[in-house]
T-cell receptor, first 112, second 116 residues
Framework: AQSVTQLDSQVPVFEEAPVELRCNYS??????LFWYVQYPNQGLQLLLK??????LVKGINGFEAEFNKSQTSFHLRKPSVHISDTAEYFC??????????FGAGTTVTVRA | GAVVSQHPSWVICKSGTSVKIECRSL??????MFWYRQFPKQSLMLMAT?????????EQGVEKDKFLINHASLTLSTLTVTSAHPEDSSFYIC????????????FGAGTRLSVL
């Protein structure tokens, strides 16, 4: 089975500052990695995914993440955040059974 | 992109009644659909996986007789919460994946269930 640890439960950040959300996973098999964003009272929107190939993955809204197999990490970054990036962010992992295991989530609050 | 519609977005019901939630893939064929439950300020917990035309596979600890899942077509899955009680109040979210991209799940907007 796979599991995900999101190291930061809350991340306050000022507008136009960079942000990094940390995600570590554990698995005994090859995995697929995802970052999702959830706005209040809404479902999840896929930000980006790592399935194979290049370890640096670019997603929507200026986000990117880097898969590091040796450190079993998949940290999410954005060089300059906007107020509209205020949301809950979930890291998730799946394997060949395609079931997603989610981390506990990171609340990002962007302040002016 | 792939769109998943979930209905209703919010439902209030009396204790003991049953509630049906629909999940539809609007622009692709969803060979597999997933149902999740999310408590306030917590992560998503997978309840069950359903493949079109087959019985759903429930995760450990999820009562299959209480949470009835039907996936009768490639675009529709339903979750029925039977004899709902206040402890069933939660945010229920569905997702869907297609046969050509099983790795990627597209999520509905969720249904908030409040049982009085």
């Amino acid at each position: 089975a796979q599991s995900v640890t999101q190291l930061d439960s809350q991340v306050p950040v000022f507008e136009e500052a960079p942000v990094e959300l940390r995600c570590n996973y554990s698995s005994s098999v090859s995995v697929y990695l995802f970052w999702y964003v959830q706005y209040p009272n809404q479902g999840l929107q896929l930000l980006l995914k790592y399935l194979s190939g290049s370890t640096l993955v670019k997603g929507i809204n200026g986000f990117e993440a880097e898969f590091n197999k040796s450190q079993t990490s998949f940290h999410l970054r954005k060089p300059s955040v906007h107020i509209s990036d205020t949301a809950e962010y979930f890291c998730a992992v799946s394997a060949d059974d395609y079931k997603l295991s989610f981390g506990a989530g990171t609340t990002v609050t962007v302040r002016a | 992109g792939a769109v998943v519609s979930q209905h209703p977005s919010w439902v209030i019901c009396k204790s003991g009644t049953s509630v049906k939630i629909e999940c539809r893939s609007l622009d692709f064929q969803a060979t597999t659909m997933f149902w999740y439950r999310q408590f306030p300020k917590q992560s998503l917990m997978l309840m069950a996986t359903s493949n079109e035309g087959s019985k759903a596979t429930y995760e450990q600890g999820v009562e299959k007789d209480k949470f009835l899942i039907n996936h009768a077509s490639l675009t529709l899955s339903t979750l029925t919460v039977t004899s709902a009680h206040p402890e069933d109040s939660s945010f229920y979210i569905c997702s869907a994946s297609s046969g050509s991209a099983k790795n990627i799940q597209y999520f509905g907007a969720g249904t908030r269930l409040s049982v009085l």
